[in-house]
């Protein structure tokens, strides 16, 4: 009778699902997640067996054993705010086995509130951050662990080998990738007699790799990824002969690690399908003679770029390799022609031989050739001939062919019939034709990049590509007028047109892409006003409209809080520069060659992230004869002190070299643990901008804008004395103050920009001496003080022996320094204003002799004639 009790009761509890402690402790969970942005199934709390609900499972006891919390959390901001996840609130879960919180950008806290789960054996605490540093010393008290993944967790410092070796004899996998930690590799973590997965990548980690010829790795071991370390050392493929099991094996982005290849005279006993050696120190062998890669047959990635590796593609990546479906051999100094890689039918998914010297032709047929291709990168070669339209039935998502020498027009049915295409890029070749195909029915998603060829023509009105975010058709030889539909293209984020031909005014309908964050439209015949889109929300960051024949008001087009970089140099824009306050983020701002008006605010100086400003030559429609008519007076005044404390100087802003999102992924699966995901990183490089400096026009490119910081307010109608202040823009590499009507000395505070290497202050009205100080300018290349009314010497010392008379000339008081310390006037010159100066006047030289022969005569009187003088005498 007892029994049958027991059974009933049994029967009961089970039927009543999970016990009452977990149901709450569950609610505990739904309640720790943040309420506005988290994503739990809607079952959660609408029963009360919590075993029925999802990402619950429960085991026969009706307990708790697995919860699945991964990226329940969704609203994660561009800020990086976090929430606070207490560990404590699975504390009462004593059945559970698998605990997975992947990717919820939670500050995970009280780590030790795990401990007590004696059974788990999956932990998932990646894509969260931890606080604390005992995290990994908390790992070695928990024995029952199998599986552990931190990967993207902010740990720091080093693996506590000890404490780690003792406990986790169980450990199959552990994930510790894309964290900060450092020190060496524990020899203990190779040992681990059940370990399959091993992934310390992306850490800083440094030394040996800890194993050698005569180490016992584990057989069980499949997959070792230690890239991006600072790893050195040797790493010879035939100390993991005992890893039977072993497919996976990515050692990339350790510069300083020597990776034998040699073949050892005895096969393998394991096969690779994943080997990534990119940016190693990498042995040539691997193209040039024999090695352990002609015995592995089953390999389906293969990534070698980045490794300086000289000769052909060997034949056994071409012949042997039927299974490859990822290959990269980009950035390296590979040559050859590609023909005999056509020749071999493959099921390759991605190709990428970029920056190598390889030469050949697309082959006619490529679609047969490799029918399961979607990227293909051959960029930066000396590839030749057409593009074969076969390239329009294959499924490509993104093409990259630019900077080869491609000829002839583009096949319209690549702009039209690629459905699957997301990218293609052809910049930089000898391609010519109706640009776009003189097609407007796009079937290209996200990118198309033209620039630097030979397209022609009007581009068709009514364009369809309602996603495309980057249009840049630069340099070719464009025409016409841009229709008004052309703006339909709502997502458009980059678009550039610079160096063409194109004309007319620039309709309002631009106003409504208030997602377009870079716009080059410079170089072209564009007139009119720019349209006011002042109450739209545009979010420009990078704007030229240089060299066209614009005017108006310049400033209704921004929208000032987001632009960082502003080019309108070469127009007939007017007005005064107030506007210019509001460009709050501004770095670049270059508004020379126009008719800008008025003095130059004190407001200037609120732009504190400045590193270069051009105001150049804005000297009124009354001083320029191609604007007669217009009213207006130059841009005049004095220089604001406050121009001193503008910082000028390195700000850390990513964006402004390059434009970078992602675009795309593809996932090739089937890699063993691993899914292997190829992601299409998009980088828009800026086009270099023009800075005149030392005398000459440069063009700097996008690696440079954060390195330059220059002034010229060159050729205008300043006066006034040059403000002591500016010697405080120590970063500043370039002043130019010339032709306008600075009077006064020449501020010795100049001494103190110490990185100046262009100073040139000609063409005004300055008097004076040159400051001695000034040859403390260590860094001065360039100098040019001419055509003012200074005087005194020219010092001769540190930088300034070096510069030429043309430096000095029209300065008719100014006077040359001998090769001594006595100064040569030059005939007709006046007074020398300044005794300080190492200047030696003979007239100075007759004073101090007689004073010096007077003052020792009325000593000698005194002495001799005067009472206290005799008395002194008589003592000594």
């Known amino acids: 009778m007892l029994w049958v009790l027991s059974i009933l009761l049994f029967m009961f509890y089970m039927a009543c699902g999970c016990v009452v402690e977990e149901r709450i402790a569950l609610m505990h969970v739904i309640s720790s997640f943040p309420e506005v942005g988290s994503d739990l199934p809607d079952s959660w709390g609408r029963s009360d067996d919590c075993c029925s609900w999802e990402r619950v499972k429960c085991n026969n006891g009706t307990r708790v054993s697995g919860l699945d919390l991964s990226t329940v959390y969704q609203s994660r901001t561009l800020s990086g705010l976090m929430w606070n996840l207490d560990l404590t609130v699975f504390s009462s879960f004593h059945e559970l086995e698998q605990l997975d919180l992947y990717w919820n950008s939670a500050s995970l806290q009280n780590f030790d509130g795990l401990l007590g789960l004696t059974k788990l054996r999956y932990l998932n605490l990646s894509d969260n951050f931890f606080i604390g540093n005992n995290i990994l010393e908390s790992l070695g008290k928990m024995a029952s662990l199998e599986a552990i993944n931190l990967d993207i967790s902010g740990l720091r410092g080093a693996l506590p080998s000890t404490v780690l070796s003792r406990t986790l004899k169980n450990l199959r996998e552990f994930h510790l990738g894309s964290n900060q930690l450092n020190g060496s590799i ?40 230690i890239s991006a370390n600072n790893l050195n050392g040797t790493f010879d493929f035939f100390w993991l002969r005992n890893c039977t099991k072993l497919n996976h094996v990515e050692l990339s982005s350790n510069t300083d690690l020597a990776v034998d290849v040699k073949f050892r005279g005895s096969v393998p006993p394991f096969q690779l399908r994943v080997l990534m050696l990119s940016e190693c120190n990498l042995d040539n ?26 000769g052909s593609i060997p034949n056994w990546i071409l012949a042997n390799q039927m299974n490859l479906v990822y290959l990269n051999l980009a950035n390296n100094l590979l040559v050859g022609s590609l023909d005999l890689m056509w020749q071999y039918q493959s099921n390759l998914g991605m190709i990428d031989i970029s920056m190598n010297r390889f030469t050949g032709q697309l082959p006619t047929n490529i679609s047969s050739v490799f029918p399961n291709l979607e990227v293909l990168n051959t960029s930066f070669n000396i590839i030749a001939g057409h593009l074969p339209p076969s390239l329009c039935r294959m499924n490509l998502s993104f093409v990259d062919l630019s900077n080869n020498k491609l000829t002839g027009e583009v096949p319209a049915c690549l702009f039209t019939e690629c459905s699957t295409l997301i990218m293609l890029k052809l910049s930089n070749n000898n391609l010519g034709g ?76 631009i106003c409504k892409l208030t997602g377009l964050e870079f716009l080059d439209m410079s170089d072209n015949n564009f007139t009119g006003y720019l349209p006011n889109c002042s109450n739209k929300k545009l ?69 504190q992230n400045l590193n270069i400003i051009d105001l150049s030559h804005n000297q009124g429609s009354q001083f320029r004869p191609e604007f007669s008519g217009i009213p207006g007076i130059p841009l005049s005044g004095s220089l604001p002190r406050c121009i001193g404390g503008i910082s000028f100087g390195y700000h850390e802003d990513g964006w402004f070299s390059t434009y970078t999102f992602s675009i795309g992924m593809l996932i090739y699966k089937d890699m063993g ?29 996008h690696g440079f804008f954060n390195l330059m910081f220059g002034i010229d307010l060159s050729g205008n109608m300043l006066s006034g004395e040059i403000p002591w202040e500016i010697g405080n823009l120590s970063h500043v590499k370039s002043l130019n103050l010339s032709h306008n009507f600075f009077t006064g000395r020449i501020p010795a505070t100049i001494a103190n920009m110490s990185a100046i290497e262009s100073l040139d202050l000609s063409h005004n009205e300055l008097s004076g001496s040159i400051p001695w100080q000034l040859t403390q300018l260590w860094s001065l290349e360039v100098l040019s003080v001419a055509y003012n009314n200074l005087s005194g010497c020219i010092p001769n010392s540190g930088q300034f022996g070096s510069f030429s008379a043309e ?70």
């Not at 407007?440 to 620039?451: F, G």
Request: glycine share 8%; with cysteine.
């Open 186 to 225: 524990p020899a203990f973590l190779f040992e681990l007699p059940h370990l399959e997965y091993l992934d310390l990548s992306g850490n800083h980690l440094q030394g040996h790799i800890p194993i050698c010829s005569t180490s016992n790795l584990s057989s069980s071991l499949r997959t070792l990824k």
């Open 434 to 509: 109706p640009i776009l195909g003189g097609a407007s029915n796009l079937s290209i998603v996200e990118e198309i990049h033209l620039a630097g060829n030979n397209f022609d023509g009007v581009l068709p009105n009514n364009l369809s590509g309602n996603k495309l975010r980057i249009l840049d058709l630069h340099d070719n030889k464009l025409s016409g007028k841009l229709d008004a539909s052309f703006w339909n293209l709502s997502l458009l984020q980059v678009f550039s047109v610079a160096s063409n031909s194109l004309t007319d005014g620039i309709d309002p309908a």
């Open 673 to 701: 643990y691993d899914n292997m995901e190829y992601t299409h990183i998009s980088i828009y490089d800026l086009q270099g901008f023009t800075f005149s400096t030392k005398g000459k026009l440069y063009t700097y490119s």
């Open 807 to 876: 430096s000095y000339t029209g300065n008719s008081n100014l006077h040359n320094l001998s090769q001594g310390n006595g100064c040569s006037p030059v005939p007709g010159s006046g007074e020398v204003d300044d005794v300080a100066e190492a200047c030696d006047d003979p007239v100075l030289y007759i004073i101090s002799a007689a004073s010096f022969v007077l003052a020792f005569w009325a000593t000698v009187a005194f002495m001799f004639c005067h009472s206290f003088g005799q008395g002194v005498v008589l003592k000594l």
């Open 285 to 310: 062998t691997i193209i040039a003679g024999p090695n352990f890669l002609g015995t592995q047959h089953h390999l389906k990635v293969l990534d070698l770029s980045n490794n300086n590796l000289t």
């Open 539 to 607: 979010t420009l960051h990078f704007l030229n409209m240089s060299c066209n024949t614009l005017s108006g008001f310049a400033g209704a087009f921004l929208n000032s809080s987001f632009v960082r970089a502003l080019d309108l140099r070469y127009n007939q824009f007017e007005g005064s520069l107030d506007w210019i306050q509001h460009l709050s983020e501004i770095k670049l701002l270059l508004l020379g060659g126009n008719i800008f008006e008025g003095q130059i605010s004190p407001n200037l100086c609120y732009l």
